[in-house]
């Protein structure tokens, strides 16, 4: 069936370090992809996502690409702030509709 | 706007009770999902209504789960004989349907964070 992996954490960074989260999945057809973040006692919300081989998915500053050669959507920012800490989740959106997560990967920043 | 909102937000109950948790999605959503988050098992579907199609049970982990919709708006998960291993937050989220039935991105509520004693 469908699936995603994400890279173990925790990841702990120093402020304005580079980050890359990778996700890959394993999928039939051509799933959507998204990242959803929550930040500590907070909701899942939306931080990007990509509908299509090639497209890139932004916001805040992070970005990542629907790579259908790789079945990646790494997730990457050049410069981190305390105030990504959070979990991160990569997902992907079969033709039935639901979503399959990965693990998740907690994500601390240092000052 | 008004996003999904969820209730209650925490639940204690006793082993071999039954619960009921209530989701509200954003107005105008006709797709409407739930998902449990455990230390154990990460984010996991539960189930999925769509529009006025039959639901998808596919994700419910046992017969004592089970969920209604009622009037294409608020929806009810109900857990009957609450066992150890049900404590998890579970997570309401619901969205558009494109005018192909397809699915739209998802919104997720606060979540039920429900403990079984």
């Known amino acids: 069936g469908d699936s995603v992996t994400q890279m173990e954490g925790p990841v702990t960074l120093s402020e304005e370090a580079f980050l890359t989260i990778n996700c890959t999945y394993t999928?039939?057809?051509?799933?959507?992809l998204f990242w959803y973040v929550q930040y500590p006692g907070e909701g899942l919300q939306l931080l990007l996502k990509?509908?299509?081989?090639?497209d890139k998915g932004s916001n805040k500053g992070f970005e990542a690409t629907y790579r259908k050669e790789t079945t990646s959507f790494h997730l990457e920012k050049g410069s981190v702030q305390v105030s990504d800490s959070a979990v991160y989740f990569c997902?992907?959106?079969?033709?039935?509709?639901?979503?399959?997560f990965g693990q998740g990967t907690e994500l601390s920043v240092k000052p | 706007g008004a996003g999904v909102s969820q209730s209650p937000s925490n639940k204690v109950t006793e082993k071999g009770k039954d619960v009921e948790l209530r989701c509200d999605p954003i107005?105008?959503?006709?797709?409407l999902y739930w998902y449990r988050q455990s230390l154990g098992q990460g984010l996991e579907f539960l189930i999925y209504?769509?529009?006025?199609?039959?639901?998808?049970k596919s994700g419910l982990p046992s017969d004592r789960f089970s969920a209604e919709r009622t009037g294409g708006s608020v929806s009810t998960l109900t857990i009957q004989r609450t066992q150890q291993e049900d404590s998890a937050v579970y997570l309401c989220?619901?969205?558009?349907?494109?005018?192909?039935?397809?699915?739209?991105?998802?919104?997720f509520g606060p979540g039920t964070r429900l403990t079984v004693l």
């Open positions: 989220a619901s969205s558009f349907l494109s005018a192909g039935g397809r699915a739209d991105t998802q919104y």
């Open positions: 999928a039939t057809g051509y799933p959507s």
């Open positions: 990509a509908t299509k081989a090639d």
């Open positions: 997902a992907l959106r079969n033709q039935g509709g639901k979503l399959i």
């Open positions: 107005s105008g959503h006709t797709a």
């Open positions: 209504f769509q529009g006025n199609s039959a639901p998808d």
